[in-house]
């Protein structure tokens, strides 16, 4: 099996992940600032268990170059990503320690504590079925954006996001990822019990992306 197969065994929830409403308004540039604002602090949140979830990886890996699979994501987290983020966030005006010291959202405890669980439950490869729907999925959030239509990006005041997922390092990360995940799983038969409960990893992680979404939308209701 591939990756392509379990995204087609969840099609209708990978599409309103990908076209969620949050998404379509970054697009378009009518998505409020409170809500941007909101998602970014709690992705900040969310990106410091995602590191700890591919040190998990690292940990679950049977040998040496399954621990090195893992761990340029796992680095790039801890070293760029996380740092960059934060780099982000102030120039929204939104301040580390203000962003550590909030509370996490409903949204993000459910997700992050699923990945961890899948994890160490699990072996590596119910991990990365769990892990993956967030690194490709942000990879086609960017590539549907730049799709004619979906996106204005003249003054646009998200296109420094869209440009960052969209942009070739980081649509070349995710799939490596992925490309990773389709080494692990392409002895199995999705039809398998083993398939199947590798289809619920990736299946459940992808309703809980698209939650994350709307956990930003609703903190302007």
């Known amino acids: 099996m591939n990756h392509q197969q379990l995204i087609e065994g969840c099609q209708s929830h990978w599409d309103q992940y990908i076209q969620h409403p949050f ?7 009518s998505l409020p600032k409170a809500c941007f604002a909101h ?9 410091i268990h995602y590191a700890r ?3 998990l990886a690292v940990f679950k ?8 699979a893992s761990l340029p994501s796992l680095f790039a987290l801890v070293d760029q990503e996380i740092s960059l983020h934060i780099d982000y966030c102030q120039s929204w005006g939104l301040d580390e320690a203000a962003i550590i010291a909030l509370p996490e959202g409903v949204a993000t405890i459910a997700y992050t504590r699923y990945l961890i669980d899948a994890g160490v ?4 490869t119910d991990l990365y079925a ?18 004619p239509g979906n996106t204005t990006l003249a003054n646009n005041p998200y296109r420094d996001w869209i440009d960052m997922y969209a942009g070739d390092e980081y649509q070349q990360a995710a799939k490596a990822t992925t490309d990773f995940f389709d080494e692990l799983i392409a002895d199995i038969d999705i039809n398998s019990a083993r398939g199947q409960r590798l289809q619920q990893h990736f299946s459940t992680a992808t ?8 956990q930003g ?3 302007s209701n």
């Open 23 to 29: 998404v379509q308004q970054l697009g378009n540039a």
């Open 39 to 47: 998602y970014l602090q709690q992705d900040y949140l969310y990106l």
């Open 53 to 55: 979830a591919f040190a």
């Open 61 to 68: 890996s049977e040998n040496p170059a399954q621990m090195r």
């Open 121 to 124: 439950q699990g072996d590596l």
């Open 130 to 147: 769990a892990l993956v729907p967030c690194a490709l999925g942000y990879a086609h959030v960017g590539q549907w954006l730049m799709q």
């Open 207 to 214: 309703r809980m992306e698209i939650a994350f979404w709307q």
């Open 217 to 219: 939308l609703d903190i």
